[in-house]
């Protein structure tokens, strides 16, 4: 396996969004990258927008990828449609080549199983596939997130963390509004680190005399229970959400449905109303849940799944099903369908009638833009998260996690583990650093359990969690500085 970021040869088998989307990626980074494609006409447009090599045939073909070099590529991507085709794929270079990465796109949540204590410490991994990305889940997920800190904001939290980093939307005349970095934390009084600003001249990281201005938007690091003080602070306005409208029983909509009447217990306090709506977890505050599905089967299932909402097998966008339900009387729609189109303009059209607040699925971060243009308060780009976790599988032991920001991923956040024999153990966070490249947001000591928010003199050691953001441009100058070898 592989220790520091450096150029790769890597397969990906799959051209649709995601396939060609994570191509660019690696591309830009300056990997050697082949794209295997079955669709002839899909890999006539790719081959017009990509500088790298693309083969037309079926990637689980093992012929097909000797013709694209298997045998001496370093990372396999499997990114069809199909989870079985996948993960077969990843078993045959498995079994042929097994010095080489296997990534795999499994959607569906019965092959990720509990592994018994002698599989799950085998060196082999499960499947012959060394990482397996759940797009859906990962993306219920964020969706539940966002509910739970009131549907204003996405919010991205880190495992072992107190913290969590909040995208806030500053209002005009709000008390952020003309404030400098500086002087921020006079006004807000927390512990806090403004991560990156986006505005109307793009995405940066900001110094301490940044001027804050209104439709700014903060990435701002602090406690979970000081998001609330922030929103406020950036004039945003805050709703119980008790009512909530979920559009869509597929795997996505199941999973957000599992989270938010999590626990499986339930308030059955709710049946003795009369109303025919059911009361759901009052840990959550949620007092009502509806689920639309216009395809039968998925809306029978559902209904049979969660006793404790109202499912209807219904078409969202019929306006009479609306006034019948008195669906625009809800706090939020939350609209997961399979149809990201569809779901921006479900929200948007809520929006219209009066619902507060709105949530959708779409396509990548280009998409959750214009989203938020339309006056959707949450878009999570299911696309881009499974870009950046297959990246962050990429860049070596040392990286854990990494996220990226902005229509064309200008900016990163990685969690890197500082590797034994760098130069810079020993060394405070001041004489690491590289002005105006990158900037660390928290670090967790070698045998703490929680981060904290260091300082300037906070001394780097071997085997620190460090999270920190940079430019994307800059990712290999930083992981280099970073894994420096004596």
Do not use: W
Request: charged fraction near 25%.
């Amino acid at each position: 396996m592989y220790d520091i970021f450096f150029i790769m040869r890597i397969i990906i088998v799959g051209a649709g969004f995601t396939g060609t989307q994570l191509a660019k990626r690696l591309i830009q980074e300056k990997n050697d990258v082949v794209l295997v494609e079955r669709d002839e006409d899909i890999v006539r447009h790719v081959s017009n927008r990509l500088d790298c090599l693309v083969i037309t045939g079926n990637g689980n073909n093992l012929a097909t990828l000797k013709e694209a070099g298997i045998g001496k590529a370093d990372a396999l991507i499997m990114l069809t449609e199909s989870d079985e085709v996948n993960m077969i794929t990843c078993s045959l270079v498995d079994s042929v080549y097994p010095d080489v990465i296997k990534i795999a796109r499994v959607r569906n949540p019965d092959y990720y199983v509990d592994l018994p204590e002698e599989i799950d410490n085998s060196e082999n991994p499960l499947y012959g596939i060394d990482f397996m990305i759940q797009p859906d889940q990962e993306a219920a997920s964020a969706i539940v997130n966002a509910v739970e800190h009131g549907a204003v904001t996405e919010v991205l939290d880190f495992d072992d963390s107190h913290y969590e980093l909040t995208h806030i939307t500053v209002e005009k005349g709000s008390k952020l509004d003309g404030e400098t970095i500086m002087n921020l934390r006079k006004v807000a009084g927390v512990e806090f680190v403004v991560a990156y600003i986006e505005s109307k001249n793009g995405i940066s990281l900001p110094s301490g005399a940044t001027i804050i201005r209104s439709e700014d938007r903060l990435g701002i690091l602090t406690k979970t229970e000081n998001i609330p003080h922030f929103l406020e602070l950036s004039g945003s306005k805050l709703q119980e959400i008790r009512k909530i409208v979920l559009v869509g029983a597929g795997r996505i909509g199941t999973s957000i449905a599992d989270q938010l009447i999590s626990e499986k217990k339930l308030d059955f306090f709710g049946k003795i109303f009369k109303n025919h709506k059911k009361n759901l977890n009052p840990k959550k505050k949620i007092s009502e849940l509806v689920i639309i599905d216009k395809d039968e089967e998925k809306s029978d299932v559902a209904s049979q799944r969660f006793s404790n909402a109202t499912v209807f097998c219904a078409d969202i966008i019929d306006e009479s099903f609306i006034a019948e339900e008195d669906l625009a009387s809800f706090d939020l729609v939350i609209s997961a369908t399979h149809n990201h189109e569809l779901n921006m303009v479900t929200c948007a059209y809520f929006k219209t009638l009066g619902v507060g607040k709105t949530i959708a699925l779409v396509t990548s971060e280009g998409f959750a833009s214009m989203a938020r243009n339309l006056g959707i308060d949450v878009a999570v780009p299911i696309k881009d998260a499974v870009v950046d976790s297959i990246m962050s599988h990429l860049r070596g032991k040392s990286v854990k996690d990494l996220h990226t920001i902005g229509e064309a991923g200008e900016i990163e956040i990685m969690e890197f583990v500082v590797p034994a024999g760098t130069k810079q153990c020993g060394k405070s966070l001041k004489d690491i650093a590289l002005s105006g490249v990158f900037l660390v947001l928290m670090i967790k000591k070698h045998g703490e359990e929680h981060f904290i928010i260091p300082d300037g003199n906070t001394i780097v050691e071997e085997g620190d969690s460090v999270v920190l953001i940079c430019y994307s441009k800059d990712n290999k100058r930083v992981i280099d500085r970073l894994s420096d070898l004596c």
